[in-house]
């Protein structure tokens, strides 16, 4: 049974950081592709981030260009994305997810995902 738990997430003022994590278990980690996802209240699921399988390929969506870094470590089945300089638009419910085949792609393109942590940035 494959299981994806995000950590990390809280409340934090604009301006901060956050660390999240992902830990994945019942699958060859390095077999896939990750990504960041988050969901504010009121607003459509969008892809922060996502990572190649080795590491050497990143992407993020414009709006964290600069702030947010993602990266992987295989040996221990975990993902990560440090958040800097947060802003009170990055609230959201935030998801990892992994996909077996292809690239980066949208939310449905991806065969599994965890259940979310919550970043809230204060003003």
């Known amino acids: 049974q494959v299981q994806a738990v995000e950590s990390g997430g809280g409340l934090v003022q604009a301006g901060g950081s956050l660390r999240l994590s992902c830990t994945a278990s019942g699958l060859t980690f390095d077999d896939y592709v990750m990504g960041w996802f988050r969901q504010a209240p009121g607003k459509e699921r969008e892809g922060v981030s996502c990572?190649?399988?080795?590491?050497?390929?990143?992407s993020y969506t414009d709006s964290v260009k600069g702030r947010f870094t993602i990266s992987r470590a295989n040996a221990k089945n975990t993902l990560y994305l440090q958040m800097n300089s947060l802003k009170p638009e990055d609230t959201a419910m935030y998801y990892c997810a992994a996909r077996r085949f292809g690239a980066c792609g949208s939310w449905d393109e991806y065969s599994y995902r965890g259940q979310g942590t919550q970043v809230t940035v204060s003003s």
């Open positions: 990572i190649s399988r080795s590491g050497k390929m990143t």
